[in-house]
């Protein structure tokens, strides 16, 4: 039955034609009227049915492909908020691990065997900065 409707739509009705412009309702009403063959049971539908389905459809569409965009922006911004946080923390885990090694090997003793537990003291024990180093290096005169 459709395709008996879409071969009289295609063939046998005459074109449309408005010579002034805009096809009204009342002229499409007309129209159908008079060339289109009502023993067919075909049942039009409503005139904005299509149009507000389209919409319908579209607006879903844009929606979805809004919200998968801010979502993965979303979703990126939490990845790297997480990766920054995990290296400041390894970061700050790492320092106080050196420093805690640092602080082992400046008052462990030197000898394995007898390691007794007083903190002992050795000659690079101090901190000095770099020019004082230097003077302590070089300054022969």
Request: net charge positive; aromatic share 14%; hydrophobic share 35%.
């Amino acid at each position: 039955m459709c395709q008996a409707v879409a071969e009289q739509l295609d063939e046998n009705l005459p074109p449309l034609y408005d010579g002034d412009g805009l096809f009204h309702d009342t002229d499409m009403q007309q129209y159908l009227r008079e060339h289109y063959n009502s023993a067919l049971n075909y049942k039009w539908s409503q005139p904005g049915a299509g149009r507000a389905f389209r919409t319908t459809i579209w607006t879903l569409l844009a929606c979805a492909f809004i919200h998968t965009f801010v979502s993965k922006s979303l979703f990126w911004r939490m990845v790297i908020r997480r990766a920054v946080a995990k290296r400041i923390k390894t970061y700050k885990l790492n320092r106080q691990w050196r420093s805690l090694i640092r602080l082992h090997n400046r008052y462990r003793s030197h000898s394995e065997i007898n390691n007794d537990t007083t903190p002992t003291s050795s000659a690079h024990d101090f901190q000095i900065n770099r020019m004082r180093r230097l003077k302590w290096h070089f300054d022969i005169f």
